[in-house]
């Protein structure tokens, strides 16, 4: 059984100008975390990001370590690192960025998302 990891999302007011080719840009802090994470799980291959229905405001991300490409599962790999996209989770990603942040009291994955209308106080749930 893959562990999870944890993330939060964040709603973003402005989409960015930037074209992307990929349905997920990554920053550098996060290929460097994802990197690492990989590093210690040898027998995985990648990131798993899918959606959940769950929290008071409808929609989860979810992150897993997965070691296998599911059949319409998108590939993003930047830097090194590699994600795979939940087909169900495709649509509700798109155009989004994922970063990492590293707090005095925590650190995490930040899902900074130009589609979400609305998130719950804490941070873990969303809707589009």
Known sequence: MASRISAT??????????????????????VNKVRTLLEQRPDMEALRIGLKTRGCNGLSYTLDYTNEKKKFDEIVEQGGAKIYIDSKAQLGILGTELDYIEEILSSGFVF?????????????????
């Open 9 to 30: 999302v964040r709603a973003v007011s402005r989409k960015r100008s930037i074209p992307r080719k990929a349905a997920i840009v990554l920053t550098q802090a996060a």
């Open 112 to 128: 900074n998302n130009p589609n979400i209308k609305g998130t719950c106080g804490c941070g873990e749930s969303f809707n589009v």
